[in-house]
């Protein structure tokens, strides 16, 4: 656990950027191999879409990284948080007890609040237009929600009080895990649902993407699972049924054109969830 420490507390731009690549890859490569759909779709073009878009995430997050730097070190240096006026635990309880609550703040309860202020809505709106759901959808994100949810991941870090290199571990697993539940793979059922009591499990966050409601409004969650099920989110649906997308752009020319996704948080709503 040390070395873990250790290596997170000094981890370099290059090795996050190639946890970034390698897990799409990873990835990728199962997807097509072991696919959960046979999607008729193209997958390069659709990929440079979902690319172009984690780009501009990257982005965000290194221009506005010091403030991440900054409320890190506040917190530690001021013992300031959760975190910070526990009792001295072992050090796997503290780091589990850490990123749990950061992927309470950071995560779930960031994705359900854009679900549910129809402001932030129109700029999440963008990642549940995708009509294929692959591992290059995990960062399918319109810079303007890259912003939303850098300030939730900054709440997270000042409410919880972590050091940085539990917010470099955290955001790391983040980044596998949603390629990982996104990821187009089949896993056996029984599996999944064995995941599903732990973890986001992929068949459990599919049914977040179905295309209408109540589903859409459930399975907020990234890494951990536990925050659905205590609160009353954790829905299921069988593959057979699912439907990607969203109902009110289900148009090719609204969801796989870079131009018009851009726009849509500046565009007339469609329905009275989104207005």
Sequence with gaps: MNDIIAYFSTIPSTHRSLILVGGITIFWLIENTFPLFRMKYKKWQHAGINFFLTFTTIIVNFVLAFILIKTANWTTENHFGILQSLPELPIWLYTLTGLLLLDLIGAYLAHYIQHKIKFLWRFHLIHHTDTWIDTTTANRHHPGESIIRFIFTTLGVLIVGSPMWMVFLYQSLSVIF??????????????????????????????????VLPYTDSNYGNIFSIWDRLFGTFTTLPKEELVYGVDTHMAPEENNKLKNLLQIPFQKSRSAKNS
Excluded: E
């Design 178 to 211: 949603s390629q990982f539940n996104h990821a187009n793979i089949s896993l056996p059922r029984k599996l999944d649902v064995l995941l599903s009591y732990f973890i986001i499990s992929p068949n459990m966050h599919k049914v977040h993407h179905h295309y």
